[in-house]
């Protein structure tokens, strides 16, 4: 969300950051929708002071006894009465409007991100080992249902495409993943663990960034079949006020940077307390509305998978700082695992919708020939604090400010499973298990074979 007061004292700074986003002409649409509220507040102040000094007059005249000049005066308090109705509807249309507009309008980039159009814009960081020599490498399907452990077709038969079942030592690799990650987190890095819920209301997802630009990347829930009777209407349809009328509806969280960040809405946090670092082992859930064709095969992109997700909360000095640390968080479990990788800063036209940078660690997998996103870290700055009213205050302060939040994938388990399986593979298809997750597979040191 955005300070109209910003936008109001640098047009020029916002309009540059959303037209590379295809939003030409929006600070000049939000800074004149904020006029419209402004000229009607002026107009509804005017109109009270006339009809509160009528009014005091009133009692002037009946005092004096001057019957006619009471009548005329209550005469212009009544006639005042259209004007105060007419000018608070027009404040009220008008500060929807702006609230709309100003909802839907993306953060804007720190001024040290490379500006850019996409993925082909972005910056390479740094770069952590060699990719693994591996003759002919296979996919990770090949290697899955080689090895009979991996069944996309039976997950299709019971939910669709973009869903697998995993089965016996690959299912225990997976878990184990999971677990290590969340070790490395809370034992080495610092981070609380939170076992958060997966379905939340529409204003934590608004929070966040998700609500209203992105409903239908979302999966949502409706209780019953009456549920579904009562709304019969398209979710990327929805407006703010049918969602607030809409309280039953609950969305399964797409990360749990959703659960974890929102922690702290409408809250007060004492600045001592600060920085909050938190992380959580769950499922998330995504429509993938805008992935059709991209990423069919395999389970690089899936409706349902795990994340160990990092969300930290800070005073808004202390956010670059924390964003390169949690950058490293992440970056110490690809290291840990010892998977090749690189680190990319991404450019303006890349970066998610909260976002006020990101870095990108992607993976090698040698089945494509390239590396692929496997963690996206982001700071936010204030942009989600605002949508959710989080606010920090230091002792002995009597103001407020809005705290920054990050969030960061400490990694995605789908994908480091994936990248795990092709990077140790050998040439009879089993898979070498990475010393670090040993002790989390007692006895095993390979999936397949003897």
């Not at 006020?241 to 797409?254: F, K």
């Not at 007060?268 to 600060?274: A, D, Q, V, Y």
């Not at 006020?356 to 590396?371: A, H, I």
Request: hydrophobic share 40%; charged share 25%.
């Amino acid at each position: 969300m955005h300070d109209i007061r910003a936008i109001r004292e640098n047009p020029e700074l916002y309009e540059k950051a959303w037209a590379a986003k295809g939003r030409s002409g929006a600070a000049a649409e939000a800074i004149a929708l904020d006029a419209k509220v402004r000229a009607a507040q002026a107009a509804l102040q005017e109109a009270q002071a006339v009809r509160n000094n009528a009014s005091k007059l009133i009692g002037q005249a009946k005092a004096k006894k001057d019957e006619a000049e009471a009548q005329r005066l209550m005469g212009e308090v009544e006639a005042v009465k259209g004007v105060l109705v007419e000018q608070a509807e027009a404040e009220k249309v008008a500060a929807a409007e702006l609230f709309e507009l100003l909802a839907s309008l993306p953060n804007i980039p720190a001024p040290d991100v490379p500006i850019g159009a996409d993925e082909n814009d972005n910056v390479e960081v740094r770069r952590w080992s060699e990719p693994f020599a591996i003759a002919k490498p296979k996919d990770h399907v090949d290697l899955g249902e080689g090895l009979g452990l991996m069944d996309f077709e039976a997950a299709a038969r019971m939910s669709g495409a973009r869903f697998v079942v995993l089965k016996g030592q690959l299912a225990r690799l997976e878990r184990a993943i999971g677990q290590f990650m969340i070790d490395m987190q809370t034992r080495e890095h610092g981070y609380t663990e939170v076992s958060p819920p997966l379905m939340v209301r529409s204003e934590a997802m608004f929070g966040t960034g998700q609500l209203p630009k992105f409903s239908d990347d979302q999966f949502v829930v409706l209780p019953g079949l009456e549920g579904l009777e009562k709304h019969r209407i398209s979710v990327s349809e929805l407006t703010l006020d049918q969602l607030e009328a809409m309280p039953e509806i609950r969305w399964l969280i797409p990360t749990a940077e959703v659960s974890l960040t929102n922690l702290v809405r409408e809250q007060i946090t004492p600045e001592e307390e600060l920085p909050l670092r938190l992380t959580a082992l769950t499922p998330s859930f995504r429509a993938e509305a805008g992935a059709s064709g991209r990423d069919t095969r395999g389970m690089i992109r899936q409706h349902q998978f795990y994340k160990v997700e990092l969300v930290s909360i800070t005073a808004p000095d202390k956010s670059e700082e924390e964003h390169e640390r949690m950058v490293g968080c992440a970056e110490a479990v690809l290291k840990a695992l010892e998977l090749p990788f690189r680190t990319m800063k991404l450019c303006s036209g890349d970066m998610g919708f909260s976002a006020r940078r990101t870095y990108d660690l992607e993976v090698w997998l040698p089945s494509e020939g390239r590396y692929r996103e496997i963690s996206s870290c982001s700071n936010c700055g204030d942009f989600q604090a605002r949508r959710m009213d989080a606010r920090t205050k230091a002792a002995g302060e009597k103001g407020t400010r809005y705290v920054h939040t990050l969030n960061g994938s400490g990694l995605a388990v789908g994908r480091t499973l994936v990248a795990v399986m092709e990077n140790y593979q050998d040439e009879n298809g089993r898979i070498a298990i990475p010393q670090a997750l040993h002790p989390y597979l007692p006895g095993m040191t390979h999936i397949g074979g003897v």
